[in-house]
């Protein structure tokens, strides 16, 4: 890849004015190999002098640089904006750091605009990623780690629209038997995060009150499908409780059961899987659904 490449792609990106806390500065010399080395560190592959994308097409992602520790040494951020690769709104990021063996390596990745806080986590500037909706990260150690749950901010149209709160939102968390540590929600025993987004406080059975669905993550506790689920309900004492957990990737289907409660396809890996349906105290088995025809008969 030719040098004058790679300087078309060092440019001084714009991060709007929550970035104004630190400076962006021009892009430091490198060699060939090294620039080659941050593009591949960066997400792309390097062929024929041209940057190659996650969705294999011809990309043209675009690098700055800056301090965000503090220390004197500069991290980069790459970002690409390709609707058709990435979906809405079409943007993704790698921020790298230079390891102790000089490579440089990703500490973040995702899809979703990126912007910088003027807060600080174990030194470092939090950044601020949009996409399905705004959430903060914040460094970890050896990394940034990226939430579960959506910032605060987010959640501001839902509120004023369905009276669900923050104060909801924490205690239906903790009527599901999930506990707060180091600003996460974790199961008892601290090996799945839990999380509720703005689009998952919804009135699920039309009734005029709005229920929540909290997502629990984590392999160790759902296998492969790698999550969970709980639809939290308010009862008469306008305590939140549990009225169905799963595991699996709920789909609220048209089709109804008993007092108007949608029946749930429970997804996850595979062609066929298990639909239930409400039936005035619980959800239970109902039917199956396949994606492809004989699926179910070949389980």
Known sequence: MRLKILASAFAVLAFGPSALAQQVVAPPKMSQAEGAQLFEAGGFTVAGGQAINVCGGVSQPKFAFMDLNGDGALEAAAVDK?????GEPGFWFT??????D???RAIA????ALGFETSRSNGWLDIKVTADCVRIWKYAGDGYQRPAACAEASFAKVE???GVTAADRTAALRAAGF???GGRWLNSHGECEAAIEPQDIRDLNGDGRQEIIVTESGGFCYGNTGQGFYIMERNAAGAWRTLFQSAGIPEFLPTKGAGGWPDIVLGGPGFCFPVVRYNGKT???HRQKEEEPGACARR
């Open 82 to 86: 390709n609707p058709a690769c990435y």
């Open 95 to 100: 921020i790298l750091a230079k390891g102790r």
């Open 102 to 104: 000089g490579r440089w």
């Open 109 to 112: 990745r995702d899809s979703g």
């Open 160 to 162: 004023a629209s369905s």
């Open 179 to 181: 506990v707060s540590r």
């Open 283 to 285: 959800y239970a088995p």
